[in-house]
Structure formats: structure tokens, C-alpha cells
């Protein structure tokens, strides 16, 4: 069971969260997403990346806030949390 | 019966009490044991080594193991009907009074069983068989062969009654964990411990801690015995309290983050268990874990090497020096290394004969050999078992030399007990678990751990560390202690790895994995036939499966699949390890979520009401709904027409409690609802109410409900009963990471509402004299409107909604007056009766109204379902917005909701059933669409229905035909609307 720091609470089980997928996707603005490809990248394509993957995190049994994690994929490590809006924090070795 | 006496127990040695006695059954003969015994040491203590069957082959078989990777002996514990357990291992089950075990697997009886034929066949049960056999006539499969063959193999059979037991969960945190308490363990958790403030827990599986040590009787630690020093290391740890010891616990799983799973057996033991659980769980979370798991005993492959009697040697000297109990007067070792040697002096002292067969040449023994010689032990160097006799029993195995010593003809030695010594094979089970990676030492011919990957460390023998002074030392320095070394007596070692199986040729069988079955010969048919890959070997061939997960068996199957491909054994890997390390009860598991703690009930605030008026409840996710009331002697049809003809001729009270309520406020409230909404929301005046859709990006419908503003920055919205969790999951997602600029918030409130539903022309007429402080009459309140104030005296929101196409009200006020209003609304007039879910989904039918989730089905789009008319003019932006204008959503030919009428009209359709339009089409038709919604539906006096039809909204008119579990329906497409079309009755 992952132990996963809520910036609010503090460190956490899992079963206190709900994981809501890959973070800092940016919801087009009507304007922007006039081609179908731009919306389908948005509405439908994911990195599904294998190792470092900024996700968010919802403390659904807990705060009800949600917030922006770092975590390893193949690992389950957790390199970082963060509060919505914050920028990821730099991470040694991490390629951004 | 009469009890056979102990003849093979001593009179000296060993930690059992002999002052206090003990007697249980095993398949109903008593056995005398003492307290401190196990079943196998009692058993043993009799003579008595034939405890099972074997898998596949019935071979009589005994116990092999003192611990619990015992392969072998498992039996059912029966303490009662609901306190069975089948497949316990006999070296792990505690003795007590009055317990009761029965060996598995095998008919008649355990001493006579017919399927030992099975033995006989066995050329046609070799590796794979299940898979090349019984394939043809493929029905004959499930009626036939599979049956047979699940009764003819395998372990015990599943109880058949609820557990009767209780189990306990604890949950615990703490900085160290040590697991194992051998030498290693102790160490590591002496020296974790000395800092008070460092929380440490020290878990055994074993009845009592110290591991080896506890059959280690002669060896000496820092000048002191071992159990002497045992007993002086215990006193210091309980002596402190940041430590917590745990016995009889196994840290079964190693899970992520340090979180480690322990199953604590904590009354099983006891005659009496009175208050206690049967069993714990503990949800362990560690900074760091010291694993200090020690190392199995390998057996030795050869010819026979599975009947009973034949032990590992560790396995007999536990037994002796523990338990008191000489395995047998005729001992014959079997070894490739010099560790047994030390079993070999205390046989001899405790008065047995002994033979050592060593494959090692005398130049590769070291001084073993000469100790052993001086105590009277007969010697053969260069010397290995290929052949054994008995039934019940070992009586003789066959010798022959081996490894370049002089050929001589193989000759046969009597004995009554084996014991056999093929290295040994570190635990690294948990190590492997926390996804360590392993690396293979050649010169102990094992794997060992690697590089960790989560906060844990190995100590001692788990790591290839066998002599005991290391050990000890490898424990402390893993528990951080420092200046400090250990003087502990020396052991013989030395080992001759690889390759005690090339004799494995002859006649019989050679067996490697004794719990399924699997021989040396099938391991080289599985190669063979082409399987490289270890885990296709293990899958194939099923070697290192089912319980004991191949704790003694892995490292010969490896061995003998590197032999085969001739590489060396590194780079053939090895199996994945996966929890538990030993199977687990489901009970614990399970602990105290059963029955109605399995899942939480939820109850209306009226369920009592309801209940006394007859409701008959059905379950909506959670929730416990009013299904309908049944008055006497009616049918369910009969009760539901009733109530639905009730509603639209006069008035029905129904309750909505259960519809999601969210409120929003805020100085931004309409601006987010207007986003979050399909309807332009911004317009919605206070005191208005509006029918709403949510949907999701791709624009498919989400969730729906009523939109009630109530004041300027003030509104009500209700969902789904089912989509109240999501909805406002959905709403919180969006409010804190799309539009964090927003000032509004999401507060749910369903369960602070109790929420009664006055429907029918009567509605006004019965609701006016309760409230206060609010005018209802139809000039003041319109059809879609909401007012505050009170109902007898009660602070009530008052929507007047409706959701059966009736002039209808929804009666809000806090949850804890719902059953009071409940009886007054019920109470203030004639003819007003309850109606339940449905009726209520019969009349909403009638009028065509959707139920997200049974109409809908998350690919349906607002048009679809005949709400396109509800698309905002000028929205600037809302969720769906862009997904509605995908290509996908606008295509001709989407399915569409209409209606459909039976020309049966008593012929009610089947929900889910599929429509085509020719039933005599060649097979496979192409689908039109399916029925969503059927009913009876008494008002219209015929079998109405709801279907989503392929391009539907254009077929009105069509006849069309529908699937019957025998045949068809002929139905006619008609408009979805079956009651007052033109939708006058809601405005009066």
C-alpha cells in the first residue's frame, strides 16, 4: 500500500486517495481546440510514460483536496507532492 | 483405541513440558504428545511418518520438514462444523487437548488408497499431461474429466460452512521491523532497540523465538550456551518497551512503501480461547525492515527420495534437540556438504546407528569426517542413494559410488530413517517481494540478494551467511550496533554445489517438487518439448506452485533445467516470488468485514415508515429503496398498478430521499454551474428551477437532475442516486484544478435532507394547509419553481417538480422531521397512499423521461435521447461543449430514444433485449438498437417500452421486431411519449 503526503494532511495510505491520471493537461479553450486533433490530444492521449509521471491525486477520504504528485510508474516511488498551480518541483537526474 | 505408546521419544532432551501431557486425534486414533510438541513431533514421537498422499501419483508420503515449507504433511484441522481448515501443515499445527486433524487426498483411507494406482500409470501423468489429454470430445470436459480429475488430485477440500471465527485487523507503524528472531534477528533487534526512542518490532513465525538456536542445544555464544544466551537476549527485548515481540506471526506479504502484511495466530493454540480472535492482520508500516529469514534445508534428488521417513537432516536434529523425538534407530544421512555431521554426533549420542553417505571425496571434507568417525558414525565418502524401499516407510535405500571413487556394484543398507542434506537455499522470499533483485552466488550455488530497492536489508543466513558467529554479527550490524563482535562455536560447512541429480536416472521416480508431484524426469521432458523460459518450465510442469510455493523444491528445478540447457544456473533465473510467503486464511483477510459490516446499509430517514406501510425494498447501490407497498393479497403487478393508477387519478407520496443534493454558493456559483452545465444556467431566475444535464469533455450525458436557484449566489442541484458521489467528484475536480479562479464551493447534502414527493392532481390540495410562510397556489407557483419556509412548522424547501408528468411537489426538510411530515402529508386527506421505485419508473416511462444509466449508457449524446433542443444558444464555453461537435456526435444513423408498443399489448418486452428489422434475416442480423425501459404500464392499459433505435427519431411507425429468450416480438416504433403528449397535466 502506497504512503502517499498529502500537502495538507501529511503522509497518508492510499486508500484515503483516488489517483485522477496524468497532471497539467491543459483543458483547450473553446477557441483553441477548433481542429479535432488538438481536442482528440487532449480528450483521449496520455504519455503513459514508464518511470518519473506528474499525476493528480485526489484525498477523497481525507481533505477532498486535490493536488499534483511525482511518482515513479515503475517503481511507485513518489519523488514529490505539490499544491494545484504550483510548479513541478526540479528533481536531480529528472529530464523534463 | 488404544494409544500407541511413544517409542521414539526420549527421555532427556527437548523444550516440551513432559509434566503436562496432552492428547489429540489424528483420523480419530488419540495421540499423546506434550505441551511445547507440534502434530509432526508427536506424530514422529510415535513412529508415525505416513501423514498423506501425494498429488498426482497417491504415493504414500511423510513428513519431510520441521517448519513451515513443509510440502507434505497437510492436514485438515477440524475443531467443529464452521472451524474447519483443510491443507494446515503438520509441523506448524500446535498440539492440544481435544484438537482434531485428518490426513487429505486419498480413498478409502490413508493406509489403503485405491488412486496409488495412479502410480503405476504415471507414465501418462508426466508433465503436461492435463494439457495433451482429456482434450476430445471437448463436452466430455467440463461434465466428465474435469470432475474426475479434481477429485482423483490435489490438496484438501474447501469447508463447506461459514467460518464461525473472529478476526481482528491492527494497523501500526514503527522505525525498524526485524523478521525472524534466529540469531540474526535477535541481534538486529538488540542492537535497534538500544535507543529507546526507535520503535521496533520483532516477528517469529515459530511458538517461541530464537530459530536454530532452539535446536542448536550444544553450540556456545560468547561462552555461554546457546539457550542460555537465548534466554538472557529475550529478557533484555522485553525488557524494553519500544519493542513489540510478536510469536506465532508470519510477515506473509511486502507490500509497497515498507508496508509489510503479518497474520498472527493467536488463539489456535488454546483449549480455551474465550475472548480472544482466532487470528490478527496487522497492517505493519516500517522505516526500514530487517529481513533475518534464515535458509531452507535443499533435499537431495534421487530415486525414491519421497517416501516416508526420509526427512531433511536439519529437519531430524530439530526434532531431537526440540522435541526430544530420535526419527529413527537406523539413521542413514545422505549429504553434499558437512553441516548433517553435527546430526550424525547427536544421533549417535542419543543411541542411534548412523551412515553417512557424502558425495564429497574425503579431500573435499574438512575435519568433520575425523569427528565424526571418532563418535562411531560409518562413513561413505564419494558415495550417493540411487534407489529406496518401503511403503509406509523407508526400510532400505540402495548405494552406489559415484564422483570418480572406485565402481563397485550398488548394495542395499537397512535403515529406518533418512535424513538428506543438499545445501541450503536462502530465504529470499519477502526480499523478492519488496522487488528486490536477486544475484547468484556460485560458490553457495543459491541466489542471494542484490541491490534493495524499498528501505530493507538482509541479515545472516537469508544472505548466504551460515556460520553462527557471522550471523550474529551480520544481525547486529543491520540493527546498527557497532563495537562489538560475537564468539560462537564453529559448525562444519563446506559444500559441493551442483549436480547431486545426474544419478537421477534410474527406475523411479526422483522427486523435486514434492507438493505437486513434479520429477526430475519431468523437468527434462519440459525442456525437451521446448520450454526455456524457468517460469514456462514452472507453468508446464506446475514445479514451485500451490502452497509451499516451492520453498524447498526452486533451487533443484533450476538446477536441473541449467543441467539441461547446460548454462550455468545465473542465467536461467529464477521464478518470481509472490505473496503470501505461507498461505494466509481468507478470515484474516476478511477480519470484521462481513455480514452487515461487509458494507454499509443506507437507510432513508422514512425507511421505518415505509416499512410499517409493507414496502418491499430493493437495493440501489447502497441504498435500501421502497420497491412498492403491498397491501394484502396483492401481487407485486397488482400493487404497482395500484399506486401508479393512484398517482395520476388522485395523489402519491414517494420518497426521493436518496436523490444526490450538492449545494453551491458562492459569489461565482451560476458562472461555474453554467460551465459545469449542458443548460444555460446564467438566465435561471431565484426562485426558479430547471430540468439540467450534465455532461462529460466527449459529450456524452454524465448525470442529471434539477437546477434550483435559490438565492442570488445560492442554488440547490440534485443528481442521481447513484451518480451523487461522482457528480460531485466531478464538480470538486473541476472548481480546484480547471476554474481555481472561481469563488464557488460544492457542499454535499444529501443525507441532511429528507426529501418526500407529492405527486398527482390532488398534490396541491394536499400540501397547502401544511405550509407556512410560502403562497403555492398555481398563479404564485409555477410548474419548475422552488420556495422557502416551512411545512408544519418545519423549515422546508418546497420544489415543485415533477418526474411523473403530474402536477407534483418535493417536499425538502431536514432529515431528522422526513418521518414526521411523512405521517402528516399521509395523514391529511383520503385516498393519499405511498407509491415505491416502481411505479414511480412505470410513470416516468409513461412520459418518456430518461434514467441516466438505463437509457443512457455513456455514449449517448443530449440529441440521442431527444433533448437537443435544450442546446445553449450562446454559451461561451461548458464541458461537452467542443466533445458535442466531434464528427462521431453529429454522424446519421446514431441511435436514437423512441418508443415502442407490442402488438401483444400484454407482451412486456425484455429490458436489454436487441430489435432488428426482419426476424426471418439470415444469422448474424444486423442490431438496431435494444430495449432500454419495459413495463406494464396501467394507465395506457399495455406493455409500454423506451428503446435507443438506430436513427429512431425517423422511424416512428415502423414495425420492427424484438428478441424473446423462443422467438420474436412484432412492436410497433412510436414517439417516447405514452401519457398526455402535449405535457399539460404537470402545469396544473
Redesign the interface.
Known sequence: ???IDCPYCGAR??IEF?C?GEAHIT????EA?RD?ES?AQ??YFRRNTKGMLAE?W?H?HGC???FHALRDTQ??AFAATYK??ATPPDLPGSAS | MKPTSQSHRLDQMGRIDRNRPLTFTFNGKPIQGYAGDTVASALLAHGIHLVGRSFKYHRPRGIISHGSEEPNALLRVDRGAGREEPNNRATVIEARDGLQVFSQNHWPSLTLDALEINDLLSPIFSAGFYYKTFMWPAKFWKKLYEPLIRRASGLGEAPGTADLDRYQHRFAHCEVLVVGAGPSGLAAALAASQNPQTRVFLVDESTEMGGSLLHDAEAEIDGQGALDWLEASLATLASRKNLTLLTRTTAFGY?????IGLAERVSDHLAMPQHLPRERLW?L?AGRVILACGAHERPLVFPGNDRPGILLAESIRAYLNRYGVLAGQRLVIATCGGAPYQLALEARRAGASVTLCDRRRPDECGPELGLAEAAGCEILTATAIVGTRGHDRVRAVQIAPIHGAPPSLPRWLECDAVGMHGGFTPNVQLYSQS?GKLRFATEIDAFVPGDA?QANQSAGACRGIYDLDACLLDGWQAGGGTHRTFVASPRPGGFLPGGPWEDATGGEKAFVDFQNDVTSKDIGFAVDEGFRAIEHVKRYTTTGMATDQGKTSNMNALGLVARKLRQPVARTGTTTFRLPYTPVSFGAFAGPHHEAMFDPVRRTPMHGEAEAAGAVFEDVGTWKRALFFRREGETMAQAVAREARNVRENVGVFDASTLGKIEINGPDAGAFLNRIYFNDVLKLAVGRARYGLMLR??GHIFDDGIIARLDTNHYHITTTTGGAGRAQ?HL??YL???W?ELQAYATPVTEQWAVISVQGPRAREVLAPLMTGMDISRAAMPHMSVRTGACCGVPCRLFRVSFTGELGFEVNVPADYGPMIWRAILDSGRGIAPYGTQAMHVMRAEKGYIIVGQETDGTASPADVGLGAMTPRSK??YVG???LL??EMTRPGRKQLVGLLSLDPAQVLDEGAQIVRHSRADVPMASLGHVTSAYASPNCRCAIALAMVENGAARHGETVYVTRPNGWSKVHICPPVFVDAQGSRVHG
Open positions: 500500500m502506497l504512503l495510505p492510499e483516488r485522477g483543458r483547450p479553450a473553446p481546440a479535432d481536442f487532449f480528450l493528480n485526489w477523497v477532498q483536496r486535490w517503481t511507485d494545484i498551480g | 507490500y509497497n512503501h515498507n508496508m497492517q508500516r522487488r530497492v469533455e466527449d467528484a470538486e475536480n480546484q484544478t480547471e481555481p461561451p464555453d461543449q467542443r466533445g466531434r464528427a
